[in-house]
C-alpha cells in the first residue's frame, strides 16, 4: 500500500506538470487575419448556478445566430465561432473565465453576461485587455457607466434598456391605466436588477404623488414559500403589487397571492417573461397582472425568430435568448461595419451603431452612455397569453 | 537562533525563493499568460485556507465546516478598509485577519462541548449565518456586493502564503502543535495529561481562523468583486475536500490538495456540468477506498538533507 | 375587507404549520437514519429532491394519479435509499466520522450536480393535482392542499411510530440503534434492518417531495438542499433519534419561521433556523424529547 500511495503521489504530480508545460506551449496567436481560421468571440455566460436558465437560453440564442450567419457564408467571409464558459452565476468565477477567454482562447469580442453584478466582476478584465464587451441583459446603470467618474465605459455595451428606464414607464402606466394611489413593493434582495428597478419605480411612483404602503423582501433562487410576506402586504391593502423578479418567484408569488385571497393587480419587470410563468402560476392567477417588456408578441421579426429556436432546440425562448440574440448580430453588424477584426475598430463600430433592427426593437447606441434608446412595452396576462396592451417610447 | 542554519532550513528557504523568482521573471517579461497567473494566485489563497482548515480539522481532531464563513469575514473587513476607506492594503489584510481570528474566538468558545458531527453542523450553521448577514447588510452592498481594485500581486500572494504556512508550521511543530495533536489523538487522555484542552481548541481555532480570514482579505482585493453567496457551504466543503484528499493532518497534504484541486478545476473549466459531478464521484470514490488522503499524516520532509544527530533528534510525525 | 391583526396572526400560523409538516416528515427521516447508524444523512435532501421528480414524472408521462403516484415514488426512493447504503455508506461503516459525514456530502452533491446534468436546471411544473378549494375560516384562507399535507404527515408519522414500537421489525430497529454489535450477537442481521431503515426514511423523504411538488408546483434539482438542512435542525430540535421530536420539531421551525417573517424579516428566515441549531446544541444538545446520555470513558 505504501508503494502504491507513493506511486501514485508521484504519478499525480508528473500528470499535473505535464499538463502545466503542455498548456504553456500551446497558447494560440492573437486573431490572426487568414481568412480560413474562424472568428473567435467569447461567450461568459451563467451556464450552471442560480441563474443558469438566462446562460444557457442566451447561449443558444448566439449559437443560433452564428449558425444562421455562418450558413450565409459568415462575416468577411469567415465562419464564427462561439467559445462559451461558464461563471457559475458567481462574480468570481466570472473574472476568471473572462480571463481564459481573453488570454487563452483570444476571443476578439465577449458577449456577456446575463446578470449586473457577473458582469460588472469582468469589466476590469476586458477593459485592460482592450477587448469589447456586450452584455444581452443587464440593464443595471453601472455596467456602462462609472459611477466614481461619471464617464463611460468605453468597452462595455448592451443590447438592452436600463432599469430607470424600467420603472419609469412602469410607475407612469400604473398612475394612469391602472389608476393606483397607493402601491406595495415586493424585492428580489439577491439581484442588483430586482433593488435597481424597484428603486427606480418607488422614485417615479412617488413623483407622481403615489404612496408606498409597504415593502417585502425576498431571496431568489431559493425562496418558494411566501405567504409569509403577502399576509403582511394583504393586511395593508395597497391597489396594487410591485414585483420586479424573475418568473420562478413571481409565478409563485401570483399565485399563492390569489390563494390567499389577494385580488389586485400585480406587475412587474422584463424578467416576467418566460413561457414557464403559466405553467408555475396558473392561468387563472396571472390574471390581471402586467409586466414590462423589450418584446411584443405580434411583431413579425420575433415569430421567426421563435420558430427558429423552437426548431432547433425544442423549447421556447424566453426574454434573454431574444436579448443574446441581439447582442450576436449586433455584434455580427459591428465586424462587418468595421469590415476587420481589429478589437478597436470593432469598439467604435459599436458605438456608433444606429438603426440596428433586432428583434428586441431598432437599437441605436447613444455614444455618450453606451445605452441603446429602446421602446418598451406593457404586456397583460389574460387567460393564459400574453396581450399586448401598448407601446412606451423613450424619451 | 544558532540551530535555525541548518541544511535542512537554508534548502527550503532556498527552494521558496527560487519559485518565487521563477514566476515572477515570467510575469515581469510577460511570457506569463494572464489566465495562468490567475490560476497561480488562486492557488496560494486555498494554499492558505486548506493549511488553516486542517489546523482546525487535522492537527486538532476538531470538525469544522464552516470555514468559509472566516474567509468572508476576512474578505468583507479588509474590503471595507481599502475601498470604501480607502486605507494602505496591508492594515485592510491585517484588520480582516484579525476580525476572522475574533470571529474564531467566538465559535470556539461556545462550542467546546460538541463533538464531531454536532460541531459540523454548528460550525455549518455559523458559516450560513455570517453569509446571510452579509447578505442583509446594504453597506457592503447587500446580495450586490461590491467593487473593488486589485492590489494584490504575485508578490503579495506568495508572500503571505509562504509566511503563512511557514508560521502554521511552526505552531505545529512546537509544543503548542503538539498539545493540539494530542487532543486530536485521545481528548479525555490528553486532559487527564494536563494538557489544558479548552485553552489549545479555542486556539486552533483562533488561528485557523486567522489565516482564513488572510485569505479572504488577498480574494477579495484580487478578484476586483465580492458577494455573499461566493462564500456558501460549497466553498468550506471544496476546502475541506482539499484537505481530505492531501491528508488530513499533514501540512503538506494540505498543500498538495489545494495545488490539485485548483488545477483541475481550472482544467476541467470548459465542461463546467460534468465538472462537478466528476469531483463528486471521485470524492466518494475516495472516501472508500483511501480516506487517509494522499499523504495520510505524513509530511514531505527534507530530514534526509540533517546531519546523523539531527535525524535521531528530528520528530517522527 | 380589512383584515385585523388577529385574522394576520392566525393566517401566519396556518402558513407556519404547512411548511413545518413538510420540514416534519423530512425531518422524520433524519432522525430515524441518525438513529440507527449515527450518520447525518446530507443527502436526505437530495434523496426529496428525487422523490419530487419521480412523482412528477409519473404524474406527467405515466399520467397516474395522485396516490398512486405517490407510492411510485415512495418505492423508487426507498431503492435509492437502500442502494446508496449499500454502496457508499456500508464500506464506512467502522470508518471515522469525517469519513462517513464527507462520504454523505459527497452523495448529495453527486445527487444534485447529477440531476442538474440530466434535467437542466429549467424548473419543472406539477400538473394540478388536487382542487383548488379554498376555505375561508374568520378571515383566515387555507387551501385543500394544507389540510392534505398536514394529514398525510400525521399519518404517515403515526404509522412510523407503530412500526418502530409495535412490530417485530421495529424492535429489531431499536435493538441495533441501541447496541449494534449485541444486537448482531442476538441473531438480527443488522444489516438488512439498517437497509431497511433507510428504505422507510427515503420513502418519507419521497412523500415530502411529493407534496412539495404538488403545493408549491416547481421543482429544481437544488430544491432539497434548503429544506434538508432545516429539517435537520428541526430534528436537532426535537431531539435528533426521537420521532415524535422530528414532528414536534418540524411544526415549531415552520412557526417560527412565519413568526420571523411576519415581522418583516423573512430575508433572515434562513440564518434564524441555523441560530435555533447552534443554540440547541450548545443549552441542550439532547433536543426537547431528549434525554441527557453521559458519556462513559
Not at chain 1, 463611460?152 to 432599469?163: K, M, Q, S
Not at chain 1, 399576509?231 to 424573475?246: C, E, S
Not at chain 3, 450477537?185 to 427515503?202: D, K, Q, R, V, Y
Request: hydrophobic letters at 50%.
Amino acid at each position: 500500500m505504501k508503494l502504491f500511495s507513493k506511486g501514485f503521489s508521484l504519478g499525480m504530480i508528473a500528470l499535473l506538470s505535464v499538463s502545466l508545460v503542455a498548456g504553456c506551449g500551446t497558447t494560440p496567436k492573437a486573431g490572426s487575419s487568414d481568412s480560413s481560421t474562424p472568428i473567435k468571440v467569447g461567450g461568459n455566460l451563467e451556464l450552471s448556478g442560480s441563474t443558469a436558465m438566462f446562460g444557457q437560453g442566451a447561449k443558444n440564442a448566439i449559437q443560433l445566430a452564428f449558425d444562421q450567419q455562418n450558413a450565409k457564408g459568415g462575416v468577411l467571409n469567415r465562419q464564427l465561432t462561439l467559445v462559451a464558459a461558464d461563471n457559475k452565476s458567481d462574480a468570481g468565477e466570472s473574472t476568471s473565465a473572462v480571463t481564459k477567454l481573453v488570454s487563452q482562447d483570444k476571443v476578439i469580442a465577449v458577449i456577456g453576461s446575463m446578470t449586473s453584478s457577473v458582469t460588472l466582476a469582468a469589466i476590469p478584465v476586458v477593459t485592460d485587455s482592450k477587448i469589447p464587451m456586450i452584455s444581452p441583459s443587464g440593464t443595471n446603470t453601472k455596467l456602462t457607466m462609472d459611477p466614481a467618474t461619471n464617464a463611460v465605459r468605453p468597452w462595455i455595451f448592451r443590447a438592452c434598456f436600463i432599469d430607470p428606464f424600467q420603472g419609469q414607464v412602469a410607475a407612469n402606466f400604473t398612475l394612469t391605466n391602472l389608476k393606483a394611489k397607493t402601491a406595495a413593493v415586493i424585492i428580489d434582495q439577491k439581484s442588483d436588477y430586482s433593488k435597481g428597478l424597484a428603486e427606480s419605480f418607488v422614485a417615479n411612483f412617488k413623483k407622481g404623488t403615489g404612496t408606498i404602503t409597504g415593502t417585502e423582501q425576498y431571496v431568489g433562487g431559493s425562496d418558494k414559500d411566501f405567504r409569509s410576506i403577502l399576509t403582511n402586504i394583504k393586511a395593508q391593502n395597497p391597489d396594487m403589487v410591485w414585483l420586479p423578479g424573475y418568473y420562478q418567484e413571481v409565478g409563485l408569488i401570483v399565485k399563492q397571492a390569489r390563494e390567499l385571497g389577494m385580488t389586485m393587480p400585480f406587475m412587474g419587470g422584463d424578467g416576467w417573461d418566460d413561457p414557464q410563468l403559466y405553467n408555475i402560476a396558473g392561468d387563472a392567477a396571472l390574471n390581471n397582472t402586467f409586466y414590462v417588456d423589450h418584446v411584443a408578441t405580434d411583431d413579425p421579426a420575433l415569430a421567426t425568430f421563435v420558430s427558429d429556436y423552437k426548431a432547433k432546440y425544442n423549447n421556447a425562448p424566453n426574454a434573454m435568448a431574444a436579448l443574446g440574440y441581439d447582442a450576436a448580430n449586433l455584434l455580427i453588424k459591428a465586424i462587418d461595419d468595421a469590415k476587420s477584426t481589429d478589437s478597436e475598430k470593432i469598439r467604435t463600430a459599436l458605438e456608433n451603431m444606429k438603426g440596428f433592427k433586432g428583434v428586441g426593437g431598432e437599437i441605436t447606441i447613444d455614444p455618450k452612455t453606451h445605452n441603446p434608446q429602446k421602446s418598451a412595452v406593457i404586456i397583460s396576462n389574460k387567460d393564459g397569453k400574453p396581450v399586448f396592451v401598448t407601446r412606451v417610447a423613450p424619451q | 537562533m544558532g540551530n535555525w542554519f541548518n541544511r535542512k532550513n537554508i534548502v527550503s528557504l532556498l527552494g521558496i525563493v527560487l519559485l518565487y523568482a521563477v514566476v515572477q521573471g515570467l510575469i515581469v517579461q510577460d511570457i506569463m499568460p494572464p489566465f495562468y497567473k490567475l490560476t497561480l494566485i488562486q492557488i496560494c489563497i486555498y494554499i492558505i485556507l486548506a493549511t488553516s482548515l486542517n489546523l482546525i480539522n487535522g492537527i486538532t481532531g476538531q470538525f469544522s465546516i464552516g470555514h468559509a464563513g472566516f474567509m468572508a469575514i476576512g474578505a468583507y473587513v479588509s474590503a471595507i478598509i481599502t475601498a470604501i476607506q480607502h486605507g494602505p492594503l496591508i492594515l485592510g489584510l491585517l484588520a480582516g485577519a484579525i476580525v476572522a481570528a475574533l470571529a474564531g474566538l467566538l465559535v470556539g468558545l461556545p462550542t467546546l462541548r460538541l463533538k464531531g458531527d454536532y460541531l459540523a453542523i454548528a460550525t455549518l450553521g455559523f458559516g450560513e449565518i455570517v453569509r446571510i448577514i452579509f447578505l442583509n447588510t446594504e453597506y457592503v452592498g447587500g446580495a450586490a456586493g461590491f467593487t473593488l481594485p486589485s492590489k494584490i500581486t504575485w508578490t503579495w500572494a506568495f508572500g503571505l502564503m509562504a509566511l503563512s504556512v511557514i508560521l502554521m508550521k511552526n505552531f505545529v511543530g512546537s509544543t503548542h502543535g503538539r498539545a493540539c495533536i494530542s487532543i486530536r489523538e485521545n481528548e479525555i487522555a490528553a486532559e487527564s495529561m494536563g494538557v489544558n484542552t479548552t485553552k489549545y481548541k479555542v486556539m486552533a481555532f483562533t488561528m485557523g481562523a486567522f489565516f482564513a480570514g488572510l485569505a479572504g482579505g488577498i480574494y477579495a482585493n484580487y478578484f476586483y468583486i465580492i458577494q455573499p453567496m461566493t462564500f456558501n457551504f460549497i466553498l468550506s466543503f471544496n476546502i475541506l475536500v482539499m484537505v481530505v484528499l492531501g491528508g488530513l493532518g499533514s501540512m503538506t497534504g494540505g498543500i498538495f490538495g489545494a495545488i490539485v484541486m485548483t488545477l483541475a478545476s481550472a482544467l476541467l473549466a470548459g465542461v463546467p456540468e460534468w465538472r462537478n459531478v466528476i469531483t463528486a464521484v471521485l470524492l466518494v470514490l475516495m472516501m472508500i477506498f483511501k480516506p487517509t488522503g494522499i499523504m495520510g499524516t505524513k509530511e514531505f520532509s527534507l530530514n534526509f538533507l540533517g546531519k546523523k544527530s539531527d535525524k535521531n533528534a528530528a520528530s517522527k510525525n | 375587507m380589512g383584515s385585523g391583526i388577529v385574522t394576520q396572526i392566525f393566517q401566519q400560523i396556518v402558513n407556519g404549520l404547512s411548511l413545518g409538516s413538510i420540514y416534519a416528515l423530512i425531518a422524520l427521516g433524519y432522525t430515524m437514519v441518525y438513529g440507527i447508524i449515527k450518520l447525518i444523512n446530507f443527502a436526505h435532501g437530495d434523496i426529496m429532491m428525487v422523490g419530487a421528480y419521480s412523482g412528477w414524472f409519473a404524474i406527467t408521462v405515466l399520467h397516474l394519479p395522485f396516490l398512486p403516484a405517490l407510492l411510485f415514488s415512495m418505492v423508487a426512493c426507498a431503492l435509492l435509499g437502500v442502494l446508496i447504503e449499500r454502496i457508499a455508506y456500508k464500506p464506512l461503516r467502522n470508518a471515522s466520522r469525517i469519513a462517513a459525514l464527507i462520504t454523505a456530502i459527497g452523495v448529495s452533491l453527486f445527487l444534485e450536480y447529477g440531476g442538474m446534468l440530466l434535467l437542466t436546471a429549467q424548473v419543472r411544473t406539477y400538473p394540478p393535482v388536487f382542487p383548488g378549494t379554498m376555505y375561508i375560516v374568520g378571515g383566515v384562507y387555507f387551501k385543500y392542499g394544507d389540510i392534505v399535507m398536514l394529514i398525510t404527515s400525521f399519518v404517515l408519522m403515526a404509522l412510523l411510530h407503530f412500526t418502530v414500537q409495535y412490530t417485530k421489525v421495529g424492535k429489531a430497529m431499536r435493538a441495533v440503534s441501541f447496541d449494534q454489535e449485541a444486537a448482531l450477537l442476538m441473531g438480527i442481521n443488522t444489516n438488512n434492518i439498517i437497509s431497511f431503515t433507510f428504505a422507510i426514511g427515503s420513502a418519507l423523504a419521497a412523500a415530502a417531495g411529493v407534496l412539495m411538488g404538488v403545493y408549491f408546483n416547481t421543482i429544481d434539482p437544488l430544491m432539497g438542499i434548503i429544506p434538508g438542512l432545516k429539517a435537520f435542525v428541526a430534528a436537532v430540535l426535537g431531539g435528533i433519534g426521537i420521532i415524535p421530536g422530528a414532528m414536534v420539531g418540524g411544526l415549531m421551525l415552520g412557526l417560527i419561521e412565519s413568526i420571523v417573517s411576519g415581522f418583516g424579516a423573512s430575508t433572515w428566515r434562513d440564518a434564524v433556523a441555523f441560530l435555533i441549531l447552534i443554540l440547541v446544541l450548545i443549552v441542550k444538545p439532547s433536543g426537547l424529547f431528549g434525554k441527557n446520555v453521559r458519556e462513559k470513558v
